[in-house]
């Protein structure tokens, strides 16, 4: 092996392994495999135009020549992004840990304690922070979640507000710019009117639902929104309030003051800016939204056998599940950032985030005296860390900027000629004097900071919180770091991650996060940029940036691309709202409905419905292909309406539909647009792709096929490409470049800062290790579709009986001749150290796999050996040799608890329930918890720690 190759370490099968492997699929070549999987008339004829596969070494140069461009200033532009310090113990048992950031979305409950019980921490502070009783545990952004309460309190509308029409949303003038802008692109499908205009003299009508605010507003004045929210209260309309997080530590809870929902950004609890994201947005609301509420609920719960035991709440929620009737699309989120602030709040505890904000505070009171001084003026009667400053006559604007620039500070400048200063944690002393010595020198004055600055508060008493905060143990046992990387440490060995086994999530494509490839992301020159930082201190990300669409539109095969959407569903909205623009453009807005295959990945039909759509599903064949009649037939039928087509491909069902092409032409003809929905694009790099099969639009899961972790639930990215025609409907900002078309992200560039890992994924692998990356993900999910064919069998197969990436498991029979259902074999999994397969999705009864590329064959082997076991387990119990009831898969799984415990009960021995095969031994990975009672947790929604009390 050539060590020197990436390839060879990022591809688990040697090639002594693939001809072994070829055996037992039944052909002779990879070649020959991939010619009986993918359609001959959709496969590239000549290889990807991509640069040479980089050395490790080699990339970590690069990288650091790139970041070198960047230009760390102090920036004081706030709006949203504040500089803040991520405490070292978070850091480096965290965020540069596999443990949590390889781990998935906590679906499976047992093998997920340690990160829920963070979330759950995280969800916590959020409640109490906002003075609101429920939360969910992040959502993508402030901008987004903004737009997530204004569809929520439209889709609660009272009675009388429906038969009235009332779809006014009013939005105050002095909310961020970014958060408008995301409501405007959001609110127009689905027929809602947004309003702006002071809120102090707005006045209320019955076609006006819901109302958003900004505390601070984003001038950075405190506002007394107290009368303004009982006025809309007694109209029936509901107000949400953007907070800044770290401003609530000092400031009265506006749910203490009639809030209906408080949203915003958790990035300034230890988040770096990263160029705009990731960092995880927050949403809390009153109970009585608990069944509207986007995103997911952490809630406590108890087991089998009465333990506390943490699951995700109220799952019926999930839009894969609800599909075209779900309350959001929202999908991934940001659980590996939320779990970090999480850490911080439980680090700093009450009195150090107590801490941290008086400082943060009485340093902006004292930048205030000290400029007054100087003949400033400033704005902000109340505030709590943000400052518009009034230039006197005398003073040149241009002359402050550059005496800024000197001093390597960014300020922001309003289009008034005021300009605004938003300190934050990092603030020192001697960054008083230096902004000091910028005012002064503007002014043409001298100044020396001479004097300690004095804590006090600077606001109106009115204002100040009574109500504590943060009284869980929790948030007093963890203030040293020893304590606090043993906490770390003691939640990460209760989750399954890829740092303990294959991990064979269907759909979800769970591949190896290269170390090589995080390196960057602990650079300062890519975490404290702030995504306003004018374009000169930019130049690593703008580079990266380029080459990164660049090599993304040569794999896809499209002409435009834009990297705002920071998720997957939030990628299948913003393609859907380009196409929406798009007909609108050409006098054919009138085109509402999507034909949806009934294999369309789960998210497809939410997304369609938040976009203003209508969908008719398509069914499939008795092979899981899209009935191609009933697709022609349902396009013709409604040709004068319909916009899209949204295609998953492969589809869901693990196939390549062989009619793929004829699809797409069935669609232009009837003048539609085709969606392709790339969650399954590992099974396309360099071997076909989205332009060449006909797709308009396609979405990437970088957090997919191009190898950013998961981080249990988030961060995810989710790119679009565009044809040509397309381009001019690409998401804009307005601040970055003063247009706010399509915007759908909080950032110019969504989740920017983890842009350098899928970077260094296709720089490191080149066309050759692309495309062998991809070879050998489909050979892996044949290699184990033969092993597992004589026994649970296959749902689907493709036109020459092969699956692509990953293969459907049938297991409904299965119940109907032992009682085992597919979930026992979900939790048995548990106790062999594996995280389920995707469970019952896309069809249920089943089991999805997905094995990756990443994975090497003795993993693949001792993977089947797994599931061998099962299936002599549920024979056992089909032939009555165990019973029905108590037998070691109906129990699964077995926590240590049960396993030590004096007394046993069960008809089988504990080695049978703990250690069913022998390599166990050296490498058991013991559970916490026994089986989770999911009935119980929804009936008792229990989303804080405060709340359990």
């Not at 247009?739 to 560039?749: G, I, K, L």
Request: glycine fraction near 8%.
């Amino acid at each position: 092996m050539d060590t020197n190759k990436f390839v060879n370490r990022h591809v688990g099968i040697s090639s002594e392994d693939i001809q072994e492997m070829l055996k037992t699929v039944g052909v002779s070549s990879l070649d020959e495999l991939i010619e009986q999987t993918i359609p001959a008339n959709i496969r590239l004829k000549t290889p990807l135009n991509l640069p040479d596969a980089m050395t490790e070494r080699e990339l970590a140069e690069h990288l650091a020549e790139l970041a070198s461009k960047n230009e760390v200033f102090t920036s004081y532009i706030g709006m949203g992004w504040y500089d803040t310090v991520c405490p070292a113990p978070i850091q480096r048992n965290v965020f540069e840990n596999p443990v949590w950031y390889t781990s998935y979305t906590p679906y499976q409950a047992e093998i997920s304690q340690g990160r829920l019980e963070a979330l759950l921490n995280f969800q916590t502070v959020i409640s109490e922070l906002t003075g609101l009783p429920l939360t969910n545990c992040s959502l993508l952004d402030e901008a987004t979640a903004g737009a997530e309460a204004a569809t929520m309190f439209f889709g609660t509308r009272s009675r009388m507000q429906v038969k009235e029409e009332a779809n006014i949303l009013f939005v105050d003038e002095n909310v961020f710019s970014s958060t408008l802008a995301v409501i405007h692109t959001r609110m127009k499908p689905q027929g809602i009117k947004v309003v702006t205009g002071n809120y102090k003299t707005y006045q209320f009508s019955e076609k006006v639902f819901a109302a958003i605010v900004q505390f601070p507003d984003g001038n950075g004045s405190i506002e007394d929104y107290t009368t303004f929210i009982a006025e809309a209260n007694a109209k029936g309309v509901r107000v949400a309030v953007a907070a800044d997080i770290m401003s609530l530590v000092l400031l009265t809870p506006p749910g203490e003051w009639g809030a209906d929902v408080v949203f915003g950004s958790t990035q300034r609890f230890g988040i770096p800016m990263f160029y705009g994201g990731p960092s995880a947005a927050y949403f809390a609301t009153k109970d009585e939204y608990k069944r509207n509420i986007p995103g997911r609920i952490i809630g406590i719960s108890k087991d089998a056998y009465g333990h506390q035991a943490f699951r995700l709440a109220l799952q019926t929620r999930e839009q894969h599940i609800k599909r075209e009737k779900a309350t959001s699309n929202i999908c991934t989120a940001q659980a590996l950032l939320a779990t970090m602030a999480g850490f911080y709040a439980v680090y700093h505890g009450a009195e150090g985030l107590r801490n941290i904000a008086s400082r943060i505070h009485s340093y902006a009171g004292f930048l205030t005296s000290e400029l007054e001084k100087l003949g400033y003026k400033q704005l902000n009667k109340d505030y709590f860390d943000t400052l518009k400053i009034e230039l006197p006559a005398n003073v040149s604007i241009n002359v402050l900027r550059e005496i800024a620039v000197e001093c390597k500070v960014n300020l922001r400048y309003f289009d008034g000629g005021q300009v605004g200063i938003s300190l934050d944690e990092t603030t020192l002393p001697t960054d008083l004097g230096v902004l000091l010595y910028i005012f002064s020198g503007a002014a043409g004055k001298d100044y020396t900071l001479n004097q300690e600055v004095e804590n006090k508060t600077y606001f109106d008493q009115k204002f100040a919180r009574k109500s504590d905060f943060l009284q869980d143990e929790v948030f007093k046992k963890y203030h040293t770091e020893t304590e606090l990387m043993r906490y770390i440490t003691r939640l990460g060995r209760r989750d399954i991650s890829l740092a303990h086994s294959m991990i064979s999530l269907g759909s979800c494509t769970m591949k190896l996060n290269s170390a090589s490839s995080m390196f960057a992301l602990s650079r300062g020159e890519f975490q404290n940029i702030h995504p306003y930082a004018p374009e000169d201190q930019v130049e690593g990300y703008t580079e990266l940036i380029e080459n990164l669409t660049a090599y993304l539109k040569e794999i896809t095969g499209f002409a435009g691309y834009s990297l705002q959407p920071n998720s997957g569903a939030s990628g299948e909205y913003t393609g859907l709202r380009v196409i929406r623009a798009y007909l609108e453009s050409t006098g054919q807005g009138h085109r509402d409905i999507v034909l949806l295959p009934a294999s369309a990945h789960g998210t497809n039909p939410a997304s369609a419905i938040q976009c203003g759509y209508s969908t008719v599903t398509v069914k499939c064949d008795d092979n899981g292909n899209i009935d191609l009649e009933d697709f022609r037939s349902k396009a013709e039928e409604n040709k004068d309406r319909l916009a899209a087509t949204m295609i998953t491909y492969p589809s869901t069902h693990g196939i390549f539909e062989a009619d793929i092409k004829e699809m797409c032409e069935i669609v232009h003809a009837c003048g539609g647009q085709v969606y392709m929905d790339g969650a399954n694009m590992n099974a396309q790099v360099g071997l076909t792709n989205p332009g060449i099969i006909g797709a308009d639009v396609c979405h990437l899961n970088l957090h997919k096929t191009f190898a950013i972790p998961h981080g249990g639930g988030g961060p995810g990215v989710g790119p679009i490409g565009v044809a040509k025609h397309l381009i001019p409907f690409l998401p804009s900002h307005p601040v970055l470049w003063g247009d706010e078309t399509n915007t759908v992200s909080a950032a110019p560039f969504g989740s920017a800062g983890v842009l350098p890992i899928t970077y260094a994924y296709i720089r490191l692998l080149g066309v050759e290790g692309l495309t062998q990356a991809t070879k050998a993900a489909i050979l892996n999910a044949n290699y184990l579709a033969g092993k597992l064919k004589d026994t649970y069998g296959i749902v689907y197969t493709g036109a020459t009986g092969r699956v692509g990436h990953e293969l459907i498991l049938e297991c409904r029979t299965i119940k109907e001749t032992s009682g085992i259902d597919e979930g026992d074999i979900a939790k048995r999994l548990m106790d062999f150290g594996y995280h389920a397969p995707t469970l019952s999705f896309p069809v249920h009864g089943t089991l999805m796999i997905e094995p990756t590329e990443s994975e090497s064959k003795a993993e693949l082997d001792r993977f089947v050996e797994v599931l061998d076991c099962i299936w002599k387990e549920i024979k056992e119990v089909e032939e009555g040799k165990a019973d029905k009831i108590d037998n070691v898969l109906k129990n699964a799984p077995h926590p240590e608890y049960e396993v030590t415990a004096d007394e046993w009960n069960h008809p089988y021995p504990r080695s049978k329930a703990a250690f069913p095969l022998e390599w166990l031994h050296d490498c058991k990975f013991w559970l916490n918890v026994a089986r989770v009672d999911n009935a119980y947790g929804d009936r008792n929604l229990i989303p804080t720690l405060c709340a359990c009390q």
